[in-house]
Structures are given as structure tokens and as C-alpha cells.
């Protein structure tokens, strides 16, 4: 079935990497309809934290993006590539909702996994976390942990961890920024930060 144009609504990395959906027709400021806060460990970020739906977190700012659905497409066609841009190990990660005027808005909802898997949510040990993922990942890598949050806090992301969450970067690693702060990274000896890698 033909749904025309359908929207998506992006607020973590694919805002400022849009990737396969970069010929959108439109791209507008929208803000969730739902909270988020950085609850979950990304696999492709070795354990990096991402912002997730989150029941405790805020409303952050983000971006509805308009597709153009051909007479060839549909939208499980849509709802398949936005999994694939996403990383989605499936495509029931991808939500299907009506937002106020819109009948067909798509959105990511990766589970949070960091409450599971590792315990209390806390600042401190998502700065453990990212620091690990920078440990992890080559050193020309973009994609570690600390380069997500300061694309983040770039973009005007901001959670209820936010603001302690760069504070414990930047205390553990003795910086006082976080591009100095993922440079030195690499040199900070971490205990108990194993879970989610």
C-alpha cells in the first residue's frame, strides 16, 4: 500500500549524518513527542552511550524529515531503509505513529539496556562507558562513546544526565573539554566498567 510521503523524526547521529535519507524533501525542527536520555550501549560504539526513549529523561529537539514515497514504494519499503540507516537489528525498532498533523511519522525506539545490563544509571558510569568505547575503538575512529556526546550536546541534545555525565568525562579524564577529553581517554585506567562490551 501507497502512503505517499511519509515522515521521519531523527534525533541522535543521523541528524547531522543523514546517510541513505540525505535527498529528503524537506527537513524541519521537531520536538519529541516522547523523553530521552543516554540509556542505552551501542554495539557499533563499543558499549558507547546513545540517547534512547526514556521514560525518566526530557524532550529534546530533533528533526522531521520528509520522504517521497514513489508509485514503486510503500511504506514498509521505508520502514525497511530507515532500519538499515538506523543499524536496527530489526525492523521492530522502528516505530510507526501519527503526530499531530502528520498521519505517518517513523521513529527509532532502541530499547535501553544499560539499566539491564549494568545497574543504576548514573553520570559516572556512563562516563566509564564512553571512555571504554574510546579504549576499544581504533584511534582514527569517529565513533567512540565521547564523539557522540559532544555531537549531542552540539546539537542541543540535553537530558537530565547531561550536564554530570561531561562533568564525569572530563573528571576522570583531567580535561576540561571533551575533544581534549576523548584524545585522552586512551590514558585513563578504568575498573568496573566492562558491562555492555
Same mark, same amino acid.
Not at 498521519?103 to 562507558?129: D, K, M
Given at each position: ?67 517521497? *514515497?514513489? @508509485?514503486? /514504494? $510503500? ?5 525497511? +531503509?530507515?532500519?538499515?540507516?538506523? !543499524?536496527?537489528?530489526? &525492523? ?44 576499544? *575503538?581504533? @584511534?582514527? /575512529? $569517529? ?5 557522540? +556526546?559532544?555531537?549531542?550536546?552540539? !546539537?542541543?541534545?540535553? &537530558? ?38
Amino acid at each position: 500500500m501507497n502512503h505517499g510521503n511519509v515522515r521521519v523524526f531523527v534525533y541522535g547521529s543521523l541528524v547531522s549524518e543523514p546517510r541513505q535519507f540525505k535527498d529528503h524533501i524537506s527537513r524541519e525542527s521537531f520536538q519529541s513527542w516522547f523523553n530521552v536520555e543516554y540509556a542505552r550501549c551501542s554495539s557499533s560504539r563499543m558499549g558507547g552511550p546513545t540517547v534512547v526513549p526514556y521514560d525518566e529523561g526530557w524532550p529534546v529537539e530533533g528533526e522531521l524529515w520528509e520522504l517521497d *514515497l514513489s @508509485a514503486s /514504494s $510503500d511504506l514498509d519499503a521505508a520502514t525497511r +531503509l530507515f532500519a538499515k540507516v538506523e !543499524r536496527a537489528p530489526s &525492523t521492530r525498532n522502528i516505530v510507526q505513529g501519527c503526530v499531530g498533523d502528520y498521519p505517518v511519522v517513523l521513529y527509532a525506539a532502541f530499547p535501553a539496556n544499560i539499566p539491564e545490563e549494568c545497574g543504576r544509571l548514573t553520570p559516572q558510569l556512563l562516563a566509564r562507558l564512553a571512555i571504554r568505547s574510546v579504549q576499544l *575503538l581504533d @584511534a582514527d /575512529s $569517529d565513533k567512540n562513546g565521547i564523539r557522540y +556526546l559532544r555531537k549531542a550536546k552540539a !546539537r542541543g541534545i540535553l &537530558t537530565p544526565l547531561t550536564d554530570l555525565y561531561v562533568e564525569a568525562v572530563l573528571a576522570l579524564t583531567g580535561t576540561e573539554d571533551l575533544q581534549d577529553a576523548e584524545r585522552e581517554a586512551r590514558h585513563v585506567r578504568l575498573e568496573g566498567s566492562g558491562c555492555c562490551t
